[in-house]
């Protein structure tokens, strides 16, 4: 039998998990890589290089020069706000990660010791509604139900990969849908649910509708995001139908359209490239998990937002194991919330008059019990009334007879 032995680099992502992992780390890998001037026209071909390199004993002392030298080379970019200690970080566990899968034994903590701490609490923070609202008038059909479902829901960006039609539920209340249930990573191991506001549904529900109006088959297995597909004819000017083969706009695509729509509507800065300041307010899809969180934690208790936003046990600690609030429960908490989480004011006004229509009509309710309440103690009073004239009369009659035979 012939045994093909792995490259270095497919050594390297063979144990990266998680979506954003294997997204991140190949590219914090490459600016070693580069730094290090190491040959090779693609990032396989230079781990090779860099790996021939490494495997003599003799050469470790150079590259464990060459990685404090790295280290104090990104600490300079820390110093000019180009990056915070927390990235460099991230940058010398994906080195890391490619000796250590490689079989590179190298001393690790004296390389460290010239990392920087940093806390762990970011300075950056949510997105508020007024720059948010720029967003939903981006010139692509997507980017509303994406923003409106992000921001109500507190799904991360990689959620998107999984994300179908038949993983939105509505959830109706006197004839009216009140939000809607959305099912997390359906089929993962970390499944879990949420909700979103009404708007953020009817923003999908449109979206979906315009989908079908071009020839796509809507069903439970359509993908919720889809990549885009030509709506006119050129030659004729007329709708056509060529959204017949969708195809998942995953991640990656929707985190680069929030990001290039932040800074086209003019609400993040897009940085000259000779700037020192690369800072930006907030995250530009965290952003809104973070939105997601603050605004319902004014309403809710803690430990069910984080129910909401699919914080496992880890996070939850012991109370996790103890605290088990039913479906029921966590949607009323949610539903307190609603208003906080949406964005347009025609939807707020609406969503206040039902609130007075649903109050109105349990009133009603509550007098009509009442009234019918009243009405059958009368009923009752009256039957014991007459009961009670029947005893009466009995007793005169028996009495009579008593006194005429007497």
Not at 201 to 226: C, P, T, V
Request: glycine content about 4%; hydrophobic content about 35%; overall charge positive.
């Amino acid at each position: 039998m012939q045994i093909i032995e792995s490259t270095p680099y497919q050594n390297f992502t063979y144990a990266l998990k998680s979506k954003d992992v294997k997204r991140q780390y190949p590219v914090m890998l490459l600016r070693f890589l580069n730094f290090t001037d190491v040959s090779g026209e693609s990032i396989d071909e230079k781990c090779v290089s860099l790996y021939e390199f490494a495997k003599e004993i003799d050469n470790r002392k150079a590259l464990e020069s060459k990685l404090m030298e790295y280290v104090r080379f990104q600490e300079e970019r820390i110093l000019r706000n180009e990056i915070n200690a927390g990235t460099l970080r991230n940058y010398i566990k994906a080195v890391k990660h490619f000796f250590v899968i490689n079989d590179i034994l190298l001393n690790w903590d004296k390389i460290k010791k010239g990392v920087p701490t940093f806390t762990q609490t970011s300075n950056d923070r949510n997105p508020d509604i007024l720059e948010i609202k720029p967003l939903l008038s981006y010139n692509d059909i997507r980017i509303k139900p994406i923003v409106l479902t992000m921001l109500s829901s507190g799904i991360r960006v990689g959620a998107w990969n999984w994300l179908k039609w038949k993983n939105i539920t509505p959830v109706e209340k006197n004839g009216v849908i009140k939000c809607a249930r959305i099912t997390v990573y359906y089929g993962e191991p970390d499944q879990y649910f949420s909700y979103i506001t009404s708007e953020a549904y009817q923003a999908l529900q449109d979206y979906m509708n315009f989908r079908k109006l071009h020839g796509e088959k809507i069903d439970g297995e359509s993908w919720l995001i889809r990549d885009q597909w030509q709506k006119i004819s050129k030659a004729h000017g007329h709708r056509i139908g060529q959204a017949g083969k969708p195809k998942r706009f995953d991640s990656e695509g929707i985190r680069r359209l929030i990001y290039d729509s932040w800074k086209v509507q003019g609400v993040l800065t897009v940085h000259d490239s000779s700037s020192t300041e690369k800072h930006q307010p907030f995250k530009s899809s965290h952003g809104f998990r973070k939105f997601f969180e603050t605004q319902c934690e004014m309403v809710m208790k803690s430990i069910d937002v984080e129910i909401l936003m699919g914080h496992g046990f880890s996070k939850r600690g012991l109370k996790a194991n103890y605290y088990r609030p039913t479906e029921n429960y966590l949607l009323e908490q949610y539903l307190k919330a609603v208003d906080l989480l949406t964005i347009n004011e025609e939807n707020k006004l609406s969503n206040y008059v039902r609130t007075l229509e649903d109050k109105d009509k349990q009133n009603q309710d509550i007098i009509y019990e009442k009234l019918q309440e009243k009405d059958d103690a009368y009923i009752a009073l009256s039957d014991q009334v007459m009961k009670l004239m029947e005893e009466i009369q009995q007793l005169k009659s028996t009495s009579e007879k008593y006194s005429y035979e007497n």
